[in-house]
């Protein structure tokens, strides 16, 4: 299965191809009359795309029973970790050249700045887990934490949300995806839930349940 | 997409750099195309008259105004290709993009309600009812972003004096042209189409206030609101209502547009104001389009001096 192996260096430069068009886009003074805005914007949009792909993974992976899909998780994880570095990156310098006073306002006062740092800094435990030696040493654990991706993709499609004026086609597609996405886990872990609150709740119904 | 690929820009929409670099040797192009074209369709006399008004023709007998900013202009490129034009598409370079839908001629503006002289102009008209300016202004958007504009239009203060109107009139109601076919935009119902804005009468015969129909001394493109359009200098970019077809004297505040699709954020009065805030973001600092750091946004955009005895005595942050 040779070929099959060389798919994964080529994901891994395919998802290089955004930051590539990026460059090119600067290059050949391609960024719009706001060029900030445009690398913001650009940058948020593939972090968003490399959520949903991260998150996707799973479900896709039990549809079609093509297990080897999860050896792409963690690639595409990371590379919304690579986008939302720059993304922020460039709120921080390009947008407020470290002007901390202005982020810190920024971050506590507007609901979008907030949502979308939020999810930043839960992206970033993530990120420095994501190694076989993390993974090993926290053992059950490493799952419990890195279910705080559900909440990152909500943070990030709120974020997106909040932040347009009027024209919320957008946000709304991602926001789809999502539901989808996380709609599949809830319907996939409701008999485990359903049978953990069953346990859990009074003995006098426990015992009813095994009579 | 939020972010258009570059691919999407067709060539013929992009202005060759040489050309927009070198604003004479562009203007001698254009107007040598539009020349040629007006030649062939039925000759040429003064402005345009009788021949379609094509993006780029030069207009004729401009003006210098007194009230032009001397700050270091916009260049034509980031103007024409970094709109907010809903009904072109949301995107800031869609409508460039789909300026090609907006014809512009024929073209007619009502002008009604409380008025003695209620009068449908011919857009060929209009323009002519009072010599064309240059007015080198600043624009704000409410986004945070900022240009510097050299329109070319007349005071709207002309207009209203030819309306005459009666003592009933306290505000004016602009309305944009309402065509799927022609603004595209308008097949989503992004705001509540037609897009409409208003004026308190003292802010209309302001002579700051302006209906521009140009644009760098050419004929106003699409994408920028042809064939007119509202410029009010001291607020945010969205209260200059483009391609209007009707101005209606009334004699209570109308509604406006982003009035309506979200009130808390965008009064009717929507003066440029630092100290009062959008509830989603900052409106203390803009970026000048061109320059990487932020500036501090000034009160009425820097027009304080002209306008802020309009409002005197009123409470800006309830009347935002």
Known sequence: MSYWRALKPVTFIACLIPLGQLLYNAWTDNLSANPIEFITHFTGDWTLIFLLASLSVTPLRQISGWNELIKYRRMLGLFAFFYVVLHFATYMVLDHFFDFQAIVKDVMKRPYVTAGFTGFVLMIPLAITSTAGMIRRLGKRWQQLHRFVYVVGIAGVIHFYWLVKADIRRPVQYGAVLALLLGYRLVKWMPALWGRLAQSSSPIGARQLSE | ?320
């Open chain 2, 1 to 320: 997409m939020l972010i258009k690929k570059s691919e999407d820009i067709k060539p013929s929409k992009i202005t060759p750099r040489e050309l927009y670099m070198n604003r004479r040797q562009f203007i001698l192009a254009a107007s040598a195309t539009a020349l040629s074209a007006a030649t062939v369709l039925n000759g040429i006399d003064s402005p345009f008259s009788s021949s379609p008004a094509i993006a780029g023709q030069k207009l004729n007998n401009v003006r210098k105004s007194s009230f032009s900013a001397t700050e270091k202009q916009n260049s034509f490129k980031d103007i024409t290709n970094y709109n907010n034009f809903y009904e072109l598409g949301t995107d800031k370079t869609d409508p460039a993009e789909n300026a090609k839908y907006l014809t512009t001629r024929p073209w007619t503006v009502s002008v009604e309600g409380e008025v003695k002289k209620a009068k449908t102009y011919d857009i060929d008209d209009l323009i002519k009812i009072a010599p064309l300016e240059e007015r080198i202004y600043r624009m704000r958007c409410v986004e945070a972003w900022s240009m510097v504009i050299p329109w070319v239009g007349f005071p709207l203060s002309s207009l209203v004096k030819l309306a005459e109107p009666t003592g009933n009139a306290k505000f004016i109601h602009f309305v944009t042209l309402q065509d799927p076919k022609r603004l595209p935009g308008q097949k989503y119902a992004v705001l509540d189409w037609p897009y409409v804005e208003g004026l308190r009468m003292d802010e209309a015969m302001h002579p700051l206030t302006i209906l521009s129909v140009g644009l760098y001394g050419e004929v106003l493109p699409a994408q920028n609101g042809a064939p007119i359009r509202l410029v009010v200098p001291w607020k945010y970019g969205f209260k200059g209502i483009k391609s209007i077809v009707r101005i209606r004297f009334v004699e209570k505040q109308p509604p406006t547009s982003w009035n309506i699709s979200a009130p808390q954020e965008y009064g009717f009065y929507s003066n440029v104001n630092p100290e009062v805030d959008h509830p989603r973001w900052s409106q203390a600092t803009e970026r000048r389009i061109g320059e990487f750091f932020r500036r501090k946004t000034l009160m009425f955009n820097g027009y304080g001096e002209q306008v802020a005895d309009l409002y005197r005595g009123m409470d800006l942050k309830k009347y935002y």
